[in-house]
């Protein structure tokens, strides 16, 4: 295909805005077809998988024997995560520890979401607070790097403080909320979805950038977790929303009508950076809208046509004056100038390739998952 030959999916809104995408003879497009042939015979939308749940369930429950929790959860406010608390206090009654990681970006509809689950709930949550400083320069190191991957410091500390607390209190089940309903189509690595926690990779990014020393900030390196603390450890990964009929809008409905619980505009909002590197920063500087790979998934599970999924990518979550005000809002939080921070914006853009980093054992280890029906979803 030429470069500047356009094509859209026939059957959902994934276009050449992935470089790698590819086509068959009907002009649908490999997500799809991957959907359709190694997604949905086993998953089925969670159809008479509740035998295997409460299997899974009484396992956990039975290594949890004697402690205070026999699973951890990381609580966002988001709809995946919290959904997921619902299921595993209230369908599989297991005894879950709930943990958000602060990392200075919370909304205020995401606290008041995890305020009103835990209430409702009646379950114990831990707060693990980031420390600002460092997580404001490596936020910083990370913008000044030009890569598409601006939600990586994030996700490392979310993901790497779950683990280190996991570890600490010895539960070997971490119950997460990704899933097949809303996040079959994952989004290509050129979009920011670089794939998994690559210590070289922060390392070199922040060497180069950095100010200060990042002393206390957890980092839990992807092929450290994928040896030592699967098979060291004995730690497992379990997702219930891929055994359940998850739907978003009836999951949503659940939450508000259960716990006062309140949805967001769109996926991931419950942060407020990460909503503006997903509405601002990544389609203004980049060209990329993640949007199309979530309502992707959505059209694909049947919970979006795919006209409506145009009509919506069509203009923008929030409002223009919103997301100035926001870029205002990030310069200040950073402790820098929107003068600085529009340098930073308007400079020249640079990929993950571009830094030291172990992406190809990365590729290696996906590769091998995806052979042996561990991952499923297009890894690219």
Request: hydrophobic letters at 35%; aromatic letters at 12%; proline letters at 3%.
């Amino acid at each position: 295909m030429k470069d500047n030959e356009y094509q859209i999916c026939t059957s959902c809104i994934m276009d050449t805005s992935d470089p790698h995408i590819n086509f068959d003879e009907n002009g649908e497009c490999d997500y799809c077809q991957n959907f359709k042939t190694n997604i949905l015979p086993e998953w089925q939308y969670g159809a008479n998988r509740t035998d295997e749940l409460m299997a899974i369930s009484e396992k956990i429950k039975k290594d949890g024997e004697g402690r205070d929790f026999d699973c951890i959860i990381g609580l966002s406010g988001g709809l995946d995560s919290s959904y997921t608390a619902h299921i595993a206090k209230n369908v599989m009654g297991l005894r879950p520890l709930l943990l958000h990681v602060d990392a200075g970006w919370n909304t205020d509809q995401a606290v008041e979401n995890i305020e009103k689950l835990v209430d409702g709930l009646g379950l114990d949550l831990y707060t693990e607070v980031i420390n600002w400083e460092e997580m404001k320069d490596l936020q910083l190191s990370f913008l000044k790097s030009q890569i598409s991957d601006q939600d990586l410091p994030q996700d490392i500390s979310f993901f790497s403080a779950l683990y280190k607390f996991a570890r600490k209190y010895k539960i070997k089940y971490v119950v997460t909320g990704g899933n097949y309903s809303t996040e079959c189509c994952r989004e290509p690595e050129e979009w920011g979805g670089f794939p998994g926690i690559d210590k070289t990779l922060i390392k070199d990014i922040h060497s180069k950038f950095g100010k200060n020393p990042l002393s206390s900030f957890p980092i839990v390196d992807i092929l450290k977790y994928k040896i030592l603390y699967k098979y060291i450890y004995k730690m497992n990964v379990f997702k219930p929303l891929d055994y359940v009929d998850f739907k978003k809008k009836d999951a949503e409905d659940t939450l508000n009508s259960l716990y006062g619980w309140k949805k967001f505009k769109h996926k991931h909002h419950e942060s407020r950076f990460t909503r503006f590197y997903e509405d601002y920063w990544l389609p203004k500087k980049f060209g990329y809208e993640k949007r199309r790979a979530h309502f992707s998934s959505l059209v694909m599970t049947g919970q979006m046509t795919k006209e409506d999924a145009l009509l919506r990518i069509s203009s923008p979550e929030m409002s223009e004056d919103f997301l100035n005000k926001e870029f205002e809002y990030v310069a200040n939080k950073l402790d820098i100038s929107t003068k600085e921070l529009t340098a930073i914006f308007e400079g020249k853009n640079k990929t993950f390739k571009d830094y030291k980093n172990k992406r190809f054992l990365i590729g290696i280890g996906a590769n091998i998952m995806m052979l042996l029906g561990l991952e499923k979803r297009l890894f690219r």
